[in-house]
């Protein structure tokens, strides 16, 4: 039986969603997928019904919050409502900031120019570094061919070699991993921003 309720408290706010969606002007749903991420669009998987939503204009604006008709602890409701918030501070932030997707196209590539120039650099400063461990290793092996103990001086230097390669290849890696992700968010910025711009013209023409 609870079984039985539950999918009619299903069906009804998925007729519910329907019914409001064909009457008036369009409106948007805004909830969260599995994922966690934050989705707003014209229509909501079932599964995601049950978890509460808000309904939007296309302009944005908040007309209406519908409540989970499932229960949810105070973690799961502080997640959803740090994910929204989360969301309209980065709408936001790219209406402001952009007003085209070529201002954004342009950014993301002085940004990723700039990250080139540094990985570039760490990889130079690398090179530069295993050329002086090669270089010192040589001295060494002199001194070991001559039946002389290697200085401390040359094992210092070996050592310090080492260790900023260590970090240096750890810092590469950093870089690295930081220009796939700015790559990534301003992608998400341009998917954003032809949203955002599709729905604003939604409303012009109703």
């Known amino acids: 039986m609870a079984g039985l309720r539950h999918f009619s408290v299903l069906l009804l706010l998925l007729v519910w969603v329907s019914s409001s969606y064909g009457a008036g002007k369009p409106r948007l749903y805004r909830y969260i997928n599995g994922e966690g991420v934050v989705v707003i669009d014209d229509k909501i998987p ?3 019904v049950v978890q509460g939503y ?28 740090k ?5 309209e501070k980065e709408d936001r932030f790219i209406l402001v900031s952009y007003s085209s997707v070529t201002e954004i196209q342009a950014a993301m590539a ?17 090179k530069g570094s295993k050329r002086r461990i090669a270089f010192e290793q040589q001295r060494a092996a002199n001194y070991q061919r001559g039946g002389r103990q290697v200085p401390d001086n040359v094992k210092a230097t070996l050592q310090e070699l080492e260790a ?15 220009y796939e992700k ?3 968010r301003y992608l998400g910025y341009i998917e954003r921003f032809r949203q955002l711009k ?3 013209e939604a409303v012009q023409e109703n």
Not at 57 to 65: P, V
Not at 83 to 87: D, F, G, K, Q, S
Not at 116 to 126: F, G, L, Q, S, Y
């Open 46 to 48: 079932p599964a995601y």
């Open 164 to 178: 900023e390669v260590k970090k240096s290849n750890s810092l590469l890696l950093l870089k690295s991993e930081e």
């Open 110 to 126: 002085r940004k990723l120019q700039q990250l080139d120039r540094e990985v570039k650099a760490i990889t130079t400063n690398i």
């Open 83 to 87: 994910a929204l918030i989360a969301r």
């Open 182 to 184: 700015t790559e990534d």
């Open 198 to 200: 599709s729905q604003t």
């Open 54 to 81: 808000d309904i939007l204009s296309y302009t944005g604006q908040l007309l209406d919050t519908v409540e989970p008709s499932v229960p949810q602890n105070a973690v799961e409701k502080a997640l959803r409502k």
